[in-house]
């Protein structure tokens, strides 16, 4: 199977430079859902060199900004899963950069400390959540703008 963040489908790419690419992720978690991916095929983060890592904390930066402006999110959640055991199923480092909004779940307390708890995640399995998390194609090319006007 060929990597999708090696050769992301070009309605996914919001931004790239030499280093990094910043996706829309194709399963989000919830609206504005977006990765940040070292260009170089990569898999454990001890692996990237400082300037990639460098980038890669530029980039979180970047797309926070960008959806700051366009999608005005009352936080965000940031991580990555690291292994098949911590829930990652791409197997090319990538950050998840998750905005937040009041009232977008129940119990929002306890944010990334949940990802061990005994529970399926209903976002990945739920179709219906991922059609509706996904972003308009307008809301795409805002972000896009929004993302290069940051240089």
């Known amino acids: 199977m060929q990597c999708p963040f090696c050769t992301p489908e070009p309605r996914n790419l919001l931004y790239e ?4 690419r910043i ?5 989000p978690a919830n609206r504005g859902h977006l990765l940040v991916v070292p260009k170089r095929h990569v898999t454990r983060v001890e692996d ?10 530029k980039g979180v930066e970047k797309a926070m900004e960008a959806l700051k402006k366009v999608l005005s999110p009352d936080g965000f959640n ?19 950069v998750i905005p937040r909004y009041r ?33 308009s194609e307008q809301e795409i090319e805002m972000l896009q703008v929004a993302i290069n006007e940051l240089e």
């Open 103 to 135: 009232g977008d779940c129940n119990f929002p307390r306890g944010g990334v400390r949940k990802a061990v708890l005994d529970i399926e995640d209903e976002n990945l399995s739920n179709k219906e959540r991922w059609a509706r998390n996904r972003l």
């Open 78 to 96: 940031v991580g990555i899963n690291i292994g098949k055991a911590a829930g990652q199923t791409v197997e090319h480092l990538h950050v998840h």
């Open 17 to 20: 430079n030499g280093l990094i």
């Open 48 to 57: 990237l060199t400082w300037e990639e890592k460098l980038a890669i904390m």
């Open 23 to 27: 996706l829309v992720d194709s399963y």
